[in-house]
Every structure is written in structure tokens, then in C-alpha cells.
């Protein structure tokens, strides 16, 4: 059961860098998330997918960008990181019907911005 | 003023003890309510999930919203030491494109002393 995966589980950054997140969901959920989880913040949405081929901007998207070109996989892009995007990140998804407000997290993924 | 607010503790409580958590929303439009649970360095997972006024018990969980407050509580009854971790309330917005997404309270950090 894997559920929803997220690749890599940890990585430091330098600032200017950039690199791409994972998200990969094995259950066929047609909507997928991407959140930060900062102290004292909570969970913010940063972009989420109603479908294949198709994005849409959460709360904080700046700095972002993502892709669903696959059902099962949507990826989070950093194109220049800066330092304010040092967070946790978490993937979930939920299917687009059976209970508004299901998702199933991964695990996370741990960013520094030095 | 965020949607849904959450005093984010720390609480500690000694084993065996009643815990109350406690949210408010702003938005009565509202209809669903959950409560995740996150351990640490761990995914939120969805807890309890209950719709309009009431009460949901399930096990040593009482789910509880009072729609005429716009107040929700999380009762864990005969708390144990596995019970420690952040409990997040949220509810999923119910209009236009963003139907489904959720809005999170900042989570309340629980810790159960044996």
C-alpha cells in the first residue's frame, strides 16, 4: 500500500539553486495538492490539480510552479530558491468523489535554503 | 482574520486525562468538518470527519460542531501516550473552482505524559 509517495524525503539547497519535488499517488485520485507547512503557519496550499494536464494556484503560489502531466504524478518546481522557502512540503491527493475534504498525505519532504 | 483559528498549545496532559481541542471558524458556509491528526516528521492523516451540528464518537473520539458558535471540538477520551502528536481541525470551502480545498487551523501540539 503505498499510497502517496514523495521523492526526495530531504534536501538542502543553496539559494539561486533549483530543483523539482515529486508527488506520485498510486490510488487514481483524479485531485492532487501541494502544501508548506512552516512553525507557527500551519498548512498553506501552494498549487493543486483538479486533473490531468490541468494546475491552479492555492494561497501562496510565488516562487512555484507545477506540473500534472500524468494522472499520478505532480511535480513541484523551484526555479530559484531562495531561503523564505525553507518548509516542509506535503503532497496529498483525494479522489473527486466519495467524501469533500478526504486527503491522503505523504510524508513530506524536508527543504533548507541556505 | 484566517477562516478557521486554532490556538497552536503546546498542551501536555497526564495519561488517563480528558482532552478538549478546540477551533473556531469565521466562514458559515461551512458545511464539513475534520479533524487530522500528524505525528511528528509524519504525513496528517484525517481522524474524524463530521457534517453540520452534532456530535461523532468514534472509539475515544468525540468530534463536536456548534454551528450557532461557529465552534468545533475534538474530545479524546482516556488519553494515552500514543495520542501525542499535532491535531489540525479544517474544513474544505464549498464554492466555485476551489471546492474541496481545504482550510487548515494552525494545529494544537498534544502531549500525553505517562
Known amino acids: ?114 | 482574520q484566517k477562516e478557521v483559528e486554532q490556538d497552536p498549545g503546546p498542551l501536555s496532559v497526564p495519561e488517563g486525562a480528558i482532552v478538549s481541542l478546540n477551533c473556531t471558524y469565521s466562514n458559515s458556509a461551512f458545511q464539513y468538518f475534520m479533524w487530522y491528526r500528524q505525528y511528528s516528521r509524519k504525513g496528517p492523516e484525517l481522524l474524524m470527519y463530521t457534517y453540520s451540528s452534532g456530535n461523532k464518537e468514534d472509539g475515544r473520539f468525540t468530534a463536536q460542531v456548534d454551528k450557532s458558535s461557529k465552534y468545533i471540538s475534538l474530545f479524546i477520551r482516556d488519553s494515552q501516550p500514543s495520542d501525542s502528536a499535532t491535531y489540525l481541525c479544517a474544513a474544505p470551502m464549498n464554492y466555485g473552482g476551489s471546492q474541496g480545498n481545504l482550510i487548515f487551523g494552525k494545529g494544537t501540539k498534544l502531549s500525553v505524559k505517562p
Open chain 1, 1 to 114: 500500500n503505498a499510497g502517496v509517495t514523495q521523492t526526495p524525503k530531504f534536501r538542502v539547497l543553496k539559494t539561486g539553486q533549483s530543483m523539482t519535488l515529486l508527488c506520485a499517488q498510486d490510488m487514481n485520485h483524479e485531485y492532487m495538492y501541494w502544501y508548506r507547512q512552516d512553525p507557527g503557519m500551519g498548512l498553506r496550499l501552494i498549487h493543486y490539480s483538479v486533473g490531468e494536464g490541468t494546475t491552479a494556484k492555492g494561497e501562496v503560489p510565488d516562487g512555484y510552479n507545477v506540473s500534472r502531466l500524468k494522472k499520478q504524478n505532480f511535480l513541484l518546481g523551484l526555479e530559484s530558491a531562495a531561503p523564505s522557502q525553507t518548509s516542509v512540503y506535503f503532497c496529498a491527493s483525494r479522489p473527486r468523489t466519495g467524501g469533500i475534504g478526504i486527503q491522503y498525505f505523504g510524508a513530506g519532504t524536508r527543504l533548507s535554503v541556505l
